[in-house]
């Protein structure tokens, strides 16, 4: 009885560990396609990013009276008006208060300055496009700057889901008009909201003297 008891057992124990191996055999070819798939969205990421620099390259060449900078982050930037006297640049902490149109590679317009103006920009405290977030950061007040931003600092894979399209790199050409802190923001709004608008009277004009009539002298 003892026999048959282990002969059971034993076999129970074989047939769990056959069934384990089984799953894990199973998983493998996931992996292996897991693998393979990241390693063909690299090689596609590469590819568009190559083509899209091309793509900027040729626009870049096709104005050379225009000076181009490199910028570290991966896009390119030229100044349309400078600002040579300040030295100050938004950071952390201040309020962002700019201009700006966006235009693909051909110049055709998506979205002029009129209807996206005004810009008020919590410095890396908001969510917006990844180029324009680093791009105003090197500007000082006054300036006037284009950016050439590839998709990847743009808007990326899916657009803006209403006018740019999926992996479009474009010209943003921002015009920042002020910056100040927070803390300055703050007390002039509330300024202005605790303070009345103040209606001047309306001045009401003398009534016009009539002219005195011609007094007759008499005739002898």
């Keep these: 009885m003892k026999n048959s008891t282990q002969i059971a057992v034993v076999f129970f124990l074989f047939l769990l560990i056959s069934s384990c191996k089984q799953h894990q055999e199973a998983r493998r070819p996931i992996s292996q396609a897991s693998g393979s798939f990241m390693k063909k969205s690299i090689a596609r990421n590469k590819k568009l990013v190559s083509t899209e620099e091309s793509q900027i390259q040729n626009l870049i060449k096709s104005n050379p009276n225009?000076?181009?900078?490199?910028?570290?982050?991966?896009?390119?930037?030229?100044?349309?008006?400078?600002?040579?006297?300040?030295?100050?640049?938004?950071?952390?902490?201040?309020?962002?208060?700019?201009?700006?149109?966006?235009?693909d590679l051909k110049g055709t317009i998506f979205y002029s300055e009129l209807e996206l103006r005004p810009q008020t920009y919590y410095v890396d405290k908001q969510?917006?496009?990844?180029?324009?977030?680093?791009?105003?950061?090197?500007?000082?007040?006054?300036?006037?700057?284009?950016?050439?931003?590839?998709?990847?600092?743009?808007?990326?894979?899916?657009?803006?889901?209403?006018?740019?399209?999926?992996?479009?790199?474009?010209?943003?050409?921002?015009?920042?008009?002020?910056?100040?802190?927070?803390?300055?923001?703050?007390?002039?709004?509330?300024?202005?909201?605790?303070?009345?608008?103040?209606?001047?009277?309306?001045?009401?004009?003398?009534?016009?003297?009539?002219?005195?009539?011609?007094?007759?002298t008499p005739q002898n």
């Design 66 to 103: 225009v000076v181009y900078l490199a910028s570290k982050k991966g896009y390119w930037y030229s100044y349309v008006t400078r600002n040579t006297t300040d030295t100050l640049t938004p950071k952390k902490g201040d309020v962002a208060f700019f201009d700006y149109e966006i235009k």
């Design 127 to 216: 969510n917006i496009m990844m180029g324009l977030r680093d791009g105003i950061k090197l500007m000082r007040k006054n300036e006037k700057v284009t950016f050439l931003f590839p998709s990847n600092m743009a808007y990326g894979y899916h657009g803006d889901d209403k006018k740019i399209g999926t992996n479009q790199p474009i010209v943003c050409i921002v015009t920042l008009r002020d910056f100040k802190s927070e803390v300055v923001y703050k007390k002039e709004s509330q300024l202005k909201v605790s303070t009345p608008t103040v209606v001047p009277p309306i001045k009401k004009e003398a009534p016009a003297l009539s002219k005195p009539k011609d007094t007759l």
